[in-house]
C-alpha cells in the first residue's frame, strides 16, 4: 500500500468509519460519478491529481449519503446541508426574472447606459 493509499485509508477510517473497499463498492454503485451532478471529478488536488469524490454525509445522524465531486459538495456545505434552503434555491433559479438584463449579456444599450448613471 502506498503513502497515498494508506493515508486515504487512515482518513476514510477514522472520520468516517469506513473501509477503502467500502468507499470502492459505493463509488462502483455510482459509477464513479458524483450522486448529484452525475458528473466525473474534475477537480485537481496538491500533487495534480484529480481528486477522489468527498465522502458526503449527514452532519447530525452521522450516515453517509453518498460520494460528492468538490463542487457539489461545497454547495451542499454553504447552504449547511438545509433542504429547505436548497428547496428554495431551486425555486428562486428557476422561476426568478427581473426583467433586467445584465450589461453586456444582451446588447441592450438602454440598460448599459442607464446602469452607468
Same mark, same amino acid.
Given at each position: 500500500m502506498?503513502? !497515498?493509499?494508506?493515508?486515504r485509508? %487512515?482518513?476514510?477510517?477514522n472520520?468516517? #468509519?469506513?473501509t477503502?473497499?467500502?468507499? &470502492?463498492? @459505493?463509488?462502483a454503485r455510482?459509477?464513479?460519478?458524483?450522486?448529484?451532478?452525475?458528473?466525473?471529478?474534475?477537480?485537481?488536488g !496538491?500533487?495534480?491529481?484529480?481528486? %477522489?469524490l468527498?465522502?458526503?454525509?449527514? #452532519?447530525?445522524?452521522?450516515?453517509?449519503? &453518498?460520494? @460528492?465531486?468538490?463542487?457539489?459538495n461545497?454547495?451542499?456545505?454553504?447552504?449547511?446541508?438545509n433542504a429547505?434552503?436548497?428547496? !428554495?434555491?431551486?425555486?428562486?433559479?428557476e422561476?426568478?426574472?427581473?426583467?433586467?438584463?445584465a450589461?453586456?449579456?444582451s446588447?441592450?444599450? @438602454?440598460?448599459?447606459?442607464?446602469?452607468?448613471?
Amino acid at each position: 500500500m502506498s503513502q !497515498r493509499e494508506y493515508d486515504r485509508h %487512515n482518513l476514510l477510517k477514522n472520520r468516517f #468509519h469506513m473501509t477503502l473497499l467500502q468507499y &470502492g463498492e @459505493l463509488l462502483a454503485r455510482q459509477n464513479g460519478r458524483c450522486a448529484v451532478c452525475r458528473e466525473k471529478e474534475s477537480a485537481m488536488g !496538491r500533487h495534480k491529481e484529480i481528486q %477522489n469524490l468527498a465522502v458526503d454525509h449527514c #452532519h447530525s445522524t452521522q450516515k453517509i449519503r &453518498g460520494l @460528492l465531486c468538490q463542487r457539489c459538495n461545497h454547495a451542499l456545505g454553504m447552504v449547511r446541508d438545509n433542504a429547505e434552503l436548497l428547496h !428554495r434555491l431551486a425555486s428562486y433559479v428557476e422561476t426568478a426574472d427581473t426583467g433586467l438584463k445584465a450589461p453586456g449579456s444582451s446588447g441592450d444599450q @438602454l440598460l448599459e447606459e442607464l446602469l452607468r448613471k
